[in-house]
């Protein structure tokens, strides 16, 4: 006997049992916008709203001496005086600059000036005058110098400072120059006689040279300097 065949046996796929299939479809569908929606909703991307900051400006604050707080500010720098500062701004202050002001008092009025009879010999009367011995001035310079008669015309300058450097040297070489002056009084060393090195004679030349000055003429000189320790 032959079976009666349905309308799903023409099917390949079963699809009488999946009907609600399309209810998970869709119900999942839904369920993942909400997720969705709700994710974005509470999940925001807050970016910092940008402000303008201004730069700061330097100023330069001019005191007037004539205003009389600015004199007063100055008053106070001036004074010595070392206060402490307190532990915080709220407590009292201890120690006010009222109570120590600066009080200053003239040093001539702590001193009395007594007059005092002259002790010098001129200050007396004829009568009462006496003779006043002077010291013999004894020469202590460690070095002598001997000019030949055409630089001894010439003099040297009063500016010139070579006897005070030979003062200071510790030790003077004896020694012979041959100086040619200039107008001016400017010296070159043209030729030495000194029983010293190359290297030292240089220095002593340098040193003639730039401590020795001779007063101005109409033509220049020449002539022989000699220089000898006294020791």
Avoid: C
Wanted: charge should be negative; avoid cysteine; hydrophobic fraction near 40%.
């Amino acid at each position: 006997m032959a079976m009666k065949k349905t309308a799903n046996d023409y099917f390949i796929f079963n699809w009488s049992k999946d009907r609600l299939g399309w209810l998970y479809l869709l119900g999942f569908t839904v369920f993942s916008i909400t997720i969705h929606g709700v994710g974005f909703y509470l999940f925001k991307v807050v970016y910092p709203i940008p402000t303008r900051i201004d730069p700061t400006m330097h100023s330069v604050s001019i005191l007037n001496e004539s205003d009389p707080e600015v004199r007063s500010l100055f008053q106070r720098l001036k004074d010595r005086t070392v206060f402490l500062k307190a532990p915080s701004e709220q407590s009292q202050v201890r120690v006010r600059l009222e109570d120590h002001e600066v009080k200053f008092s003239p040093l001539f009025q702590t001193i009395e000036v007594e007059p005092v009879a002259p002790q010098y010999p001129w200050s007396l009367s004829l009568r009462e005058s006496t003779s006043i011995e002077l010291p013999e001035a004894v020469d202590e310079r460690k070095s002598s110098i001997n000019l030949d008669e055409e630089l001894t015309r010439r003099r040297m300058a009063p500016w010139s400072i070579l006897e005070d450097y030979l003062e200071r040297a510790d030790s003077v070489p004896a020694f012979r120059a041959s100086l040619k002056v200039s107008r001016r009084g400017d010296v070159k060393v043209q030729a030495i006689d000194a029983d010293l090195g190359d290297k030292d004679q240089k220095e002593l030349i340098q040193v003639i040279e730039s401590t020795l000055r001779f007063l101005p003429d109409k033509e220049e000189s020449k002539g022989w300097i000699d220089i000898w320790s006294r020791d």
